[in-house]
Nanobody, 124 residues
Framework: QVQLVESGGGSVQAGDSLRLSCTTARRTSSNNAMGWFRQAPGKEREFVATISWNSSSKVYADSVKGRFTISRDRVKNTVYLQMDNLQPEDTAVYYC?????????????????WGQGTQVTVDS
């Protein structure tokens, strides 16, 4: 089992920024895609962004494109999600996940390990 630890969540105002981090406890993730998902109260967990094992490919949900940026540091086994111009509809618990392969995609079943989540709350 791979442990993922997310951090960086919090409560902010609309238009503010946050940077989420997710660190894996072992090097298992270094050759795997990493992804970020989020789940708002009463809604399904939805895809936010994914990055391939070597950062050559990044894919974003339409709802965050142009505002969020995913990146990773393979040496540190850490993936980041820079979130700019946050809006109230971005309020959710954000989860990072380790992909089953080198490229993740947007489907949850493409990911094998999940973190516990970090809360992001955006007030208008």
């Amino acid at each position: 089992q791979v442990q993922l630890v997310e951090s960086g969540g919090g409560s902010v105002q609309a238009g503010d920024s946050l940077r989420l981090s997710c660190t894996t406890a072992r090097r298992t993730s270094s050759n795997n895609a990493m992804g970020w998902f989020r789940q708002a109260p009463g809604k399904e967990r939805e895809f936010v962004a994914t990055i391939s094992w070597n950062s050559s490919s990044k894919v974003y949900a339409d709802s965050v494109k142009g505002r969020f940026t995913i990146s990773r540091d393979r040496v540190k086994n850490t993936v980041y999600l820079q979130m700019d111009n946050l809006q109230p509809e971005d309020t959710a618990v954000y989860y990072c996940a380790v992909g089953r392969g080198s490229f993740g995609g947007s489907a949850r079943e493409n990911y094998q390990y999940w973190g516990q989540g970090t809360q992001v709350t955006v007030d208008s």
